[in-house]
T-cell receptor, first 115, second 115 residues
Framework: QKEVEQDPGPLSVPEGAIVSLNCTYSNSAFQYFMWYRQYSRKGPELLMYTYSSGNKEDGRFTAQVDKSSKYISLFIRDSQPSDSATYLCATDGNAGGTSYGKLTFGQGTILTVHP | GAGVSQSPSNKVTEKGKDVELRCDPISGHTALYWYRQSLGQGLEFLIYFQGNSAPDKSGLPSDRFSAERTGGSVSTLTIQRTQQEDSAVYLC?????????????FGPGTRLLVL
C-alpha cells in the first residue's frame, strides 16, 4: 500500500463547476500536507499547504485536512479552463522528524475544465 | 530571477548505456532534491542534499543510481547500465535550506527514454 493514495482520474468538468480532489494517507504521524499543480511538460508548483487538521483558503482554492480519517481534499470553486492540469497531493513524509525535504506524493489527478 | 534549470530536456538512450542528468538550482538555495515521475506513479523521492551534510540517499532504487553535488550548487544524477524501467521524467527541485518546511521549486524535468 502506498503511503499516499490519490485517484488519478481523469476528471473532466465544465467551466464554473466546483471541483473536489482527494487523497488518503496511511501514516497518522504526517503533519504537513501540500497540494501541487503541474501543467503539461512543466515541473510541479506549490499551490498551498496546511499543517495538521483544518481548512485553508486562498482565492478560489480551499485545502482541507481531516487527520481523524487521514483524508486530504482540495476544492476549486468557479473552475476555469486555465485550471486544467495535474494536481498532486503530498505530505512531508518524515512523520514529524527533522528531515523536511523528503516529500511523499500521491499519483496525481488529471483535471480538465472545458469551456 | 532564474528558476531551476535541468538539462537535457529529453534523452533517448539504449539499454545498458550510462546517462547523466544535470540540475542547476536557484542561486542561493542550499537544499536540492531529485524525484522521479513515472506514468501513473506520481513523484518518487530519490535523493536530498542539504548544504555540506551527507545526502539522504534513501530513495535511490538501486546502486545503479548515484548523484553528486559539486560546490554546493549544480547536481548531477547518474544512472549506470540503464534499464527500460528507468524510463521516466526526472525532476529536480531546490529550496532555501533555512529550515522547517520549505517550498520546493521544481525544474521542468528531463524526460528519459531507454530503448
Amino acid at each position: 500500500q502506498k503511503e499516499v493514495e490519490q485517484d488519478p482520474g481523469p476528471l473532466s468538468v465544465p467551466e464554473g463547476a466546483i471541483v473536489s480532489l482527494n487523497c488518503t494517507y496511511s501514516n497518522s504521524a504526517f503533519q504537513y500536507f501540500m497540494w501541487y499543480r503541474q501543467y503539461s511538460r512543466k515541473g510541479p508548483e506549490l499551490l498551498m499547504y496546511t499543517y495538521s487538521s483544518g481548512n485553508k483558503e486562498d482565492g478560489r482554492f480551499t485545502a482541507q485536512v481531516d487527520k481523524s480519517s487521514k483524508y486530504i481534499s482540495l476544492f476549486i470553486r468557479d473552475s476555469q479552463p486555465s485550471d486544467s492540469a495535474t494536481y498532486l497531493c503530498a505530505t512531508d513524509g518524515n512523520a514529524g522528524g527533522t528531515s523536511y525535504g523528503k516529500l511523499t506524493f500521491g499519483q496525481g489527478t488529471i483535471l480538465t475544465v472545458h469551456p | 530571477g532564474a528558476g531551476v534549470s535541468q538539462s537535457p530536456s529529453n534523452k533517448v538512450t539504449e539499454k545498458g548505456k550510462d546517462v547523466e542528468l544535470r540540475c542547476d538550482p536557484i542561486s542561493g538555495h542550499t537544499a536540492l532534491y531529485w524525484y522521479r515521475q513515472s506514468l501513473g506513479q506520481g513523484l518518487e523521492f530519490l535523493i536530498y542534499f542539504q548544504g555540506n551534510s551527507a545526502p539522504d540517499k534513501s530513495g535511490l532504487p538501486s546502486d545503479r543510481f548515484s548523484a553528486e553535488r559539486t560546490g554546493g550548487s549544480v547536481s548531477t544524477l547518474t544512472i549506470q547500465r540503464t534499464q527500460q524501467e528507468d524510463s521516466a521524467v526526472y525532476l529536480c527541485a531546490s529550496s532555501p535550506g533555512t529550515g522547517g518546511l520549505e517550498t520546493q521549486y521544481f525544474g521542468p524535468g528531463t524526460r528519459l527514454l531507454v530503448l
